[in-house]
Structure formats: C-alpha cells, structure tokens
C-alpha cells in the first residue's frame, strides 16, 4: 500500500494562496492516479482535482481556474496550487493514490489515503 504524506496546509487570508503537497517517499506514483479531497465539519468529504496517471487533470466546475493539480513522478509528488481561497475553502484536504489503471475516471484499483492538512481561510 502506497504511504502518502500531505504537506503545505496552513492560515492564509482570503484571497492568499496556498501549495499542498502529497509525496509517497520510498514508492513510485508514475502508474497511480492522484486525487485531491476535502472535508468540512459536518460535510461530506468531496472531490477537488485528480490527475491520471497520464497527466489528465480533472476538477469540478465550481474550482476551476482557482486550483491546479500538477504531478513530479521524478519525485514521487503530486502538488495541488489553490488560488483566491475563501472561506468556505476551510477543510482537512487529503491526498489518495488510485491504482489498478490509473484513471480518475474509473476506480479500477486499491485506493490509499494520506492523513490530511488543515487549510483555514480567515482574515
């Protein structure tokens, strides 16, 4: 099972921007696909990007333009870039690897969680 550790959450005011990070020391992510996730208190956890194993990004309507999710197989890294956040950005943001085919599409594969980073937007 591939080990995640996100990185790079923190207090910014609105209208800053953050980098998360979710690196796999020690494993290869070349043939995983990456999604980036988010939970509210007393929300659901929801989906905010995904890049294929190929380098196909994905994002809901609602955060494109804002937020870019980028890949580093070299370094086993998947960066999320979140511009313009407010508050109702406010989550614990998680990082999974999607394996089997390495779609964002389809989960063909075993999934693996990080443990999350707190990101707050409040002046």
């Known amino acids: 099972q591939v080990q995640l550790v996100e990185s790079g959450g923190g207090l910014v005011q609105p209208g800053g921007s953050l980098t998360l990070s979710c690196a796999a020391p020690g494993f290869t992510l070349d043939d995983y696909a990456i999604g980036w996730f988010r939970q509210a208190p007393g929300k659901e956890r929801e989906g905010v990007s995904c890049?294929?194993?190929?380098?196909?990004?994905y994002y809901p309507n609602s955060l494109k333009g804002r937020f870019t999710v980028s890949r580093d197989n070299a370094k086993s890294t998947v960066f999320l870039q979140m511009n313009n956040l407010q508050p109702e950005d406010t989550a614990v943001y998680y990082c999974?690897?999607?394996?089997?085919?390495?779609?964002?599409?389809?989960?063909?594969?075993?999934?693996?969680w990080g443990q999350g980073t707190q990101v707050t937007v409040s002046s």
């Open positions: 999974a690897a999607i394996g089997g085919l390495g779609w964002c599409t389809a989960i063909t594969g075993p999934v693996s």
């Open positions: 890049i294929s194993s190929n380098g196909t990004t």
